[in-house]
C-alpha cells in the first residue's frame, strides 16, 4: 500500500508526464506536488515507486515515466472526471449534437467516429449497432458423423446455415426431436433471451438435447457478430502523435490492426459486456496488444439495450480525464440518436 506522500507525488508525476511528455525529475516533481520535501526525500519515494514497479527510468534520462501499472493506479484511484450534462449549452456539446442527424441513422455510426477522432486528436471507432438475433425457425440435418447441418430462419426469412461439429454421433431421429422441442419452446425469443432460459433449465434437459441447443445458441451468436462492422476514424492522428513518431514498427503495427479490425472487434466486444467508460492500458494485459496503446471505451444503448460500443484509442500517455467525458458524451449522443424515432 502507498501513503498519502507517494499517492501524491505518484499522481504528480503521471500529470506532469501526461502534460509535457518528457521524464520528470524531483526537481521539477517537487514544485509540481506542492510537497514541502527535501530532494533526497523525493529521490527515495521515487525509487520506491520504481521498486513497485509504478514508474520507470529511460536510459536517456535521470527522470521517471509511468509504467502501465502507474497508470492503471492512476486512473483507477486518483482521476476525477466530471461527467457532462446532456443538455448542456457547451460549445463542443452543441457542436457534438450538430454532427449526429437522428434523421439519418446510417450516417450516425460514421458520424460518431468522426466525432470521437476530432474531439480526441486520435482514433474513434466505433462498432455498428448489433440486431438482436431472433430466430424464426430452427432445423438440424445430420450430414456425417458428428457433423450436424445448423439452419437458422429468421422472421424477416433470413436464412442461415452453420455446420457444427458435436461431442458424440447423433441419429436424424434424435435432431428430428431436437428441432421440435426448440421450436415449439424457443422460436420468437432471441438468441441472448435463448441463451439466459437455458442457464436455468439446462439441468433438466435430457443432455443430447441440452448440448444441441446450447451449439445452436452459440452458431446464432456468432452469425450475428458477423454481420457487425466496426468504423475506424482518425488513424493518420497517431502519426503526429510525440510517442510514436520516431518508431515506425509500431506504427505499422497498430496500423495493421486497423486494416483488419479483428483485434478492435474482439476489444469492443469485451468493453460491451461492461457497464459505463472502462479504459484499457497497454502492456497491462491481453485485451489491448500494444504497450504503446490506451483504449477508452463504453456500450452505448438503443431504447435500454446494449448494442454496440465506441471509444477513443490513442497513446497511453493521454489526458484521460478528458477521454472519459469524450467517451461517455459521445456514448449518450449515440444512443439518443439511434432511439429516435
Known amino acids: 500500500m502507498l501513503d498519502d506522500r507517494a499517492k501524491t507525488l505518484l499522481k504528480a508525476l503521471v500529470e506532469r508526464y501526461i502534460a509535457d511528455g518528457t521524464p520528470v525529475g524531483s526537481r521539477t516533481l517537487s514544485r509540481a506536488s506542492g510537497l514541502d520535501l527535501s530532494p533526497a526525500t523525493i529521490r527515495n519515494v521515487m525509487a520506491d515507486l520504481e ?22 493506479l492512476f486512473v483507477d484511484t486518483m482521476l476525477t472526471a466530471r461527467p457532462i450534462d446532456l ?148 488513424e493518420r492522428n497517431l502519426l503526429g502523435v510525440q510517442d510514436f513518431g520516431n518508431d515506425m514498427g509500431s506504427l505499422r503495427r497498430m496500423f495493421g490492426v486497423f486494416e483488419q479490425k479483428t483485434e478492435l472487434m474482439r476489444l469492443l466486444d469485451v468493453s460491451s459486456r461492461a457497464e459505463g467508460v472502462r479504459i484499457y492500458i497497454g502492456g497491462e494485459s491481453q485485451v489491448v496488444p500494444f504497450e504503446e496503446l490506451s483504449v477508452v471505451t463504453a456500450p452505448y444503448e438503443v431504447d435500454g439495450r446494449i448494442v454496440g460500443t465506441l471509444g477513443v484509442i490513442g497513446p497511453t500517455r493521454m489526458a484521460y480525464d478528458r477521454m472519459i467525458q469524450i467517451v461517455d458524451i459521445t456514448s449518450r449522443l449515440v444512443g439518443h440518436a439511434l432511439s429516435v424515432k
Open 87 to 234: 443538455e448542456s449549452s457547451s460549445p463542443e456539446l452543441t457542436a457534438a449534437r450538430g454532427q449526429l442527424h437522428p434523421d439519418q441513422p446510417q450516417r450516425v455510426i460514421a458520424q460518431a467516429a468522426s466525432l470521437l477522432s476530432n474531439l480526441s486528436s486520435f482514433v474513434g471507432v466505433v462498432t455498428a449497432p448489433r440486431k438482436a438475433s431472433v430466430f424464426h425457425h430452427i432445423e438440424f440435418l445430420r450430414l456425417g458423423e458428428r457433423r450436424v447441418l445448423v439452419i437458422l430462419v429468421a422472421p424477416d426469412g433470413d436464412v442461415q446455415n452453420r455446420v457444427i461439429f458435436t461431442a458424440r454421433d447423433h441419429s436424424q431421429a434424435e435432431l428430428v426431436e431436437a428441432t421440435n422441442f426448440l421450436n415449439t419452446h424457443y422460436a420468437g425469443l432471441t438468441i441472448e433471451e435463448v441463451r439466459e432460459r437455458l442457464k436455468h433449465e439446462i439441468e433438466n434437459l435430457r443432455s443430447e438435447i441440452a448440448a444441441l441447443m446450447q451449439a445452436a445458441v452459440q452458431t446464432g451468436e456468432a452469425l450475428a457478430e458477423s454481420h457487425e462492422g466496426v468504423v475506424v476514424s482518425g
Open 51 to 72: 521498486e513497485l514497479g509504478l514508474i520507470a527510468s529511460p536510459h536517456t534520462s535521470a527522470g521517471r515515466i509511468p509504467t502501465a501499472r502507474g497508470y492503471r
